[in-house]
């Protein structure tokens, strides 16, 4: 038996097993039928397993170089590395739609045997939802659109390789399957939301049994695309991070969506309002996860990260469409169910602050969505090709995240229903002091710009209210408990882990901030044609060139230009790169990169002396704080993770909040 016959089966009954799951958990939840449900459950676990066996099977013919199947040959060779190998799982369509079935089949699983315990029929609903998605996934990846595991013969002696850009650096092991997890798991809080509509509830019960999934998803799809901005950093050779590519707008739209729907449910659960809004901000959020794969997947945008025309565009488009007319057709009928139980109130409150944070996410992401669309329906209409870059993106987008800064430092001071004078001065006092700070700090390292000034300034003031807020909680802690300064930080963070971690996100925000504001303001660059042993100057560094060298490896070959960078008597060796594989018609540029906390120094062999090794054209720039935008996507996964975390257990007597002061998840 082959890996095609093993995968191609395993598939073809887990989407036998899906459609009676779909079936069972229907029933179930109409007849609470127990019977049924166990039937939906086993169903679940078993098409979960035989997806990943049907995965397994293709990483097994990836790593055994099965050319028998038109997938392994077409992504992979039999100079391929291992870990190459093994990741062009998802390199290619069918791959990357594989692995997407077999992370849903997991989703559903998990309701299955986790979600129909607690809230059993909302549960067991949601779960017939999921399996309705699992089917439809099912299958395209059995269907010609995206079957992995269709055969060809006679086959080929040797494959084509992957993607000459997907087999350059060991993020494209990490970046995707970040994505796909972030994806997938906004099914969860989308099933359940569409239950509750469903089966009329007007309370918030799927939000507190989605509240967990949803955080994960989140935490995942943000550290996903800060993967991203680092493979686009390290692998492109163009010296950014963030294009505004159609592609990369499809990841952050949900993030942005997702964002606004971890601040609202907190209103909705404090104050028992916008719940219409908290369904319809899921419904849009898993939306345009679905958007996001039919732009990566059909082929109608140009993007390094997109893959080619094919047949699963419209299938996609009809999903997509079948989902939204479905969902918001519930949301419209049970609407009269979801009513609040009073207004917003007053501006200067915790509530307004959340719902004026929920309007600037909304307009972030259609503004995005109007740039990332605008362009393809007018090549649809008129056949015009029209292109909207990064100036459209920045001058939109750069105001609106400026704004959102500020409400996320004056967020955490407010009080529910309304503060008063004395609790702004006090609250806000401290804070005010420190942006003053950032501000005058990013004047003094030469920073003009209005934007940059006010992003210093913003991003201090978050800091620095976070700051003041863990203060207040270890006093409150020490008061009430006597506990030492060390041991009351700890408590805070195991017993109230969804407040504080959201605090933590909250610094992960304002240092990306940060670093995006350092590194678009400050660079530096120069190129110059050099000889060996010739030098140029930049941004106060001495770039040295020693010459070219050849590298040979099975898989490719790299003309490697050393680089030293002499920078207070070191001597920091950079290695930029040209690197030509077999199935690539041009070489690919491999930056050399020197990573410090202050700065990058990033090198680029831009074009040599092919015949005698005379020259060689080298561009370098010095980009200011770009690594933290690494370790502030770290720090943001490292508060989602304190969020998510069941609380510890609490002494008797509560701990009393710090006036003032909001939990928050973002």
Same mark, same amino acid.
């Given at each position: 038996m082959t890996f095609a016959d093993v995968g191609g089966g395993a598939l073809r009954a887990a989407l036998a097993l899906a459609l009676w799951g779909l079936l069972a958990s229907a029933y179930a939840a109409r007849e609470r039928d127990g019977r049924a449900l166990q039937s939906a459950r086993w169903s679940a676990l078993a098409a979960f397993v035989l997806v990943v066996a049907a995965s397994l099977s293709m990483a097994a013919a990836l790593l055994a170089h099965d050319f028998t199947i038109r997938y392994v040959a077409l992504n992979n060779a039999l100079e391929t590395?291992?870990?190459?190998?093994?990741?062009?799982? !998802?390199?290619?369509?069918?791959?990357?739609? +594989? *692995?997407?079935?077999?992370i849903l089949a997991g989703a559903v699983a998990y309701v299955a045997w986790r979600g129909t315990r607690e809230i059993p029929r909302l549960a067991t609903t949601a779960l017939a939802v999921m399996f309705a998605m699992l089917a439809f996934f099912l299958f395209l990846v059995v269907s010609p659109a995206a079957d992995p595991f269709v055969r060809i013969d006679p086959a080929p002696l040797n494959g084509r390789g992957p993607n000459p850009l997907l087999q350059d650096? !060991?993020?494209?092991?990490?970046?995707?399957? +970040? *994505?796909y997890l972030g994806y997938v798991l906004f099914s969860v809080p989308f099933a359940y939301a569409v239950a509750s509509l469903i089966l009329g509830e007007g309370g918030d019960r799927w939000i507190v049994a989605t509240r967990r999934s949803a955080l994960v998803a989140w935490a995942l799809l943000g550290v996903g695309i800060v993967a991203g901005a680092w493979w686009s950093y390290a692998v492109l050779g163009w010296g950014g991070y963030w294009a505004w590519d159609p592609v990369e707008n499809a990841a952050i739209m949900p993030w942005l969506v997702a964002t606004a729907y971890l601040h609202s449910v907190m209103v909705e659960e404090k104050r028992r309002m916008l719940r219409t809004w908290n369904v319809a901000l899921v419904i849009g959020a898993f939306a345009l996860t679905i958007l996001g794969?039919?732009?990566?997947?059909?082929?109608?945008?140009?993007?390094?990260?997109?893959?080619?025309?094919?047949?699963?565009?419209?299938?996609?488009l009809g999903y997509l469409a079948a989902v939204l007319a479905f969902s918001v057709g519930l949301l419209l009928w049970r609407a009269p169910r979801l009513a609040d139980s009073g207004p917003v109130g007053v501006p200067l409150s915790r509530e307004a602050v959340f719902l004026f944070q929920n309007v600037l996410f909304v307009a972030a992401t259609l503004t995005v969505l109007l740039g990332t669309l605008y362009p393809l329906v007018v090549e649809a209409i008129s056949g015009a090709q029209l292109s909207i870059g990064s100036p459209y993106f920045d001058r939109v987008e750069v105001p609106i995240a400026l704004a959102l800064l500020f409400l996320m430092g004056v967020g955490p001071q407010l009080p529910w229903h309304g503060a008063s004078r004395a609790t702004l001065e006090r609250q806000f006092a401290a804070p005010v002091v420190v942006a003053g700070a950032g501000a005058l700090l990013a004047l003094a390292v030469g920073l003009r710009g209005a934007a940059a000034v006010?992003?210093?300034?913003?991003?201090?003031?978050?800091?620095?209210?976070?700051?003041?807020?863990?203060?207040?909680?270890?006093r409150a802690r020490r008061t009430l408990h006597g506990e030492t300064a060390a041991g009351a930080f700890v408590n805070l963070f195991r017993r109230s882990g969804r407040r504080y971690g959201g605090y933590v996100v909250h610094v992960g925000i304002a240092l990306i901030a940060l670093a995006v504001v350092s590194s678009q303001a400050q660079a530096a660059e120069a190129e110059a044609t050099l000889a060996p042993g010739g030098s140029m100057q930049v941004a106060g560094r001495t770039i040295v060139f020693d010459g070219l060298r050849d590298v040979v490896d099975p898989q490719r070959t790299q003309v490697v230009a050393d680089l030293r960078v002499l920078d207070g008597g070191t001597g920091a060796a950079l290695a930029p790169a040209l690197t030509y594989y077999p199935n690539a018609t041009a070489g690919i540029g491999s930056p050399g990169i020197r990573s410090t906390a202050g700065d990058d120094v990033y090198a680029i062999l831009a074009a040599y002396d092919a015949r005698s090794r005379a020259w060689a054209t080298l561009q370098v720039r010095v980009i200011p704080l770009v690594s933290w935008l690494w370790i502030g996507g770290a720090i943001v996964g490292l508060g989602a993770v304190i969020a998510a975390l069941p609380p510890g257990r609490r002494h008797s007597s509560a701990v009393a909040a710090p006036s003032g002061t909001v939990a928050s998840v973002t």
């Amino acid at each position: 038996m082959t890996f095609a016959d093993v995968g191609g089966g395993a598939l073809r009954a887990a989407l036998a097993l899906a459609l009676w799951g779909l079936l069972a958990s229907a029933y179930a939840a109409r007849e609470r039928d127990g019977r049924a449900l166990q039937s939906a459950r086993w169903s679940a676990l078993a098409a979960f397993v035989l997806v990943v066996a049907a995965s397994l099977s293709m990483a097994a013919a990836l790593l055994a170089h099965d050319f028998t199947i038109r997938y392994v040959a077409l992504n992979n060779a039999l100079e391929t590395p291992a870990y190459f190998s093994a990741i062009s799982l !998802w390199a290619a369509l069918e791959g990357s739609i +594989l *692995l997407w079935t077999t992370i849903l089949a997991g989703a559903v699983a998990y309701v299955a045997w986790r979600g129909t315990r607690e809230i059993p029929r909302l549960a067991t609903t949601a779960l017939a939802v999921m399996f309705a998605m699992l089917a439809f996934f099912l299958f395209l990846v059995v269907s010609p659109a995206a079957d992995p595991f269709v055969r060809i013969d006679p086959a080929p002696l040797n494959g084509r390789g992957p993607n000459p850009l997907l087999q350059d650096h !060991w993020l494209m092991g990490l970046h995707p399957p +970040l *994505l796909y997890l972030g994806y997938v798991l906004f099914s969860v809080p989308f099933a359940y939301a569409v239950a509750s509509l469903i089966l009329g509830e007007g309370g918030d019960r799927w939000i507190v049994a989605t509240r967990r999934s949803a955080l994960v998803a989140w935490a995942l799809l943000g550290v996903g695309i800060v993967a991203g901005a680092w493979w686009s950093y390290a692998v492109l050779g163009w010296g950014g991070y963030w294009a505004w590519d159609p592609v990369e707008n499809a990841a952050i739209m949900p993030w942005l969506v997702a964002t606004a729907y971890l601040h609202s449910v907190m209103v909705e659960e404090k104050r028992r309002m916008l719940r219409t809004w908290n369904v319809a901000l899921v419904i849009g959020a898993f939306a345009l996860t679905i958007l996001g794969t039919f732009l990566t997947r059909s082929g109608v945008v140009n993007s390094v990260h997109s893959f080619t025309q094919s047949a699963i565009g419209p299938l996609l488009l009809g999903y997509l469409a079948a989902v939204l007319a479905f969902s918001v057709g519930l949301l419209l009928w049970r609407a009269p169910r979801l009513a609040d139980s009073g207004p917003v109130g007053v501006p200067l409150s915790r509530e307004a602050v959340f719902l004026f944070q929920n309007v600037l996410f909304v307009a972030a992401t259609l503004t995005v969505l109007l740039g990332t669309l605008y362009p393809l329906v007018v090549e649809a209409i008129s056949g015009a090709q029209l292109s909207i870059g990064s100036p459209y993106f920045d001058r939109v987008e750069v105001p609106i995240a400026l704004a959102l800064l500020f409400l996320m430092g004056v967020g955490p001071q407010l009080p529910w229903h309304g503060a008063s004078r004395a609790t702004l001065e006090r609250q806000f006092a401290a804070p005010v002091v420190v942006a003053g700070a950032g501000a005058l700090l990013a004047l003094a390292v030469g920073l003009r710009g209005a934007a940059a000034v006010l992003g210093y300034a913003l991003a201090a003031f978050v800091v620095a209210t976070v700051a003041q807020e863990v203060m207040r909680g270890v006093r409150a802690r020490r008061t009430l408990h006597g506990e030492t300064a060390a041991g009351a930080f700890v408590n805070l963070f195991r017993r109230s882990g969804r407040r504080y971690g959201g605090y933590v996100v909250h610094v992960g925000i304002a240092l990306i901030a940060l670093a995006v504001v350092s590194s678009q303001a400050q660079a530096a660059e120069a190129e110059a044609t050099l000889a060996p042993g010739g030098s140029m100057q930049v941004a106060g560094r001495t770039i040295v060139f020693d010459g070219l060298r050849d590298v040979v490896d099975p898989q490719r070959t790299q003309v490697v230009a050393d680089l030293r960078v002499l920078d207070g008597g070191t001597g920091a060796a950079l290695a930029p790169a040209l690197t030509y594989y077999p199935n690539a018609t041009a070489g690919i540029g491999s930056p050399g990169i020197r990573s410090t906390a202050g700065d990058d120094v990033y090198a680029i062999l831009a074009a040599y002396d092919a015949r005698s090794r005379a020259w060689a054209t080298l561009q370098v720039r010095v980009i200011p704080l770009v690594s933290w935008l690494w370790i502030g996507g770290a720090i943001v996964g490292l508060g989602a993770v304190i969020a998510a975390l069941p609380p510890g257990r609490r002494h008797s007597s509560a701990v009393a909040a710090p006036s003032g002061t909001v939990a928050s998840v973002t």
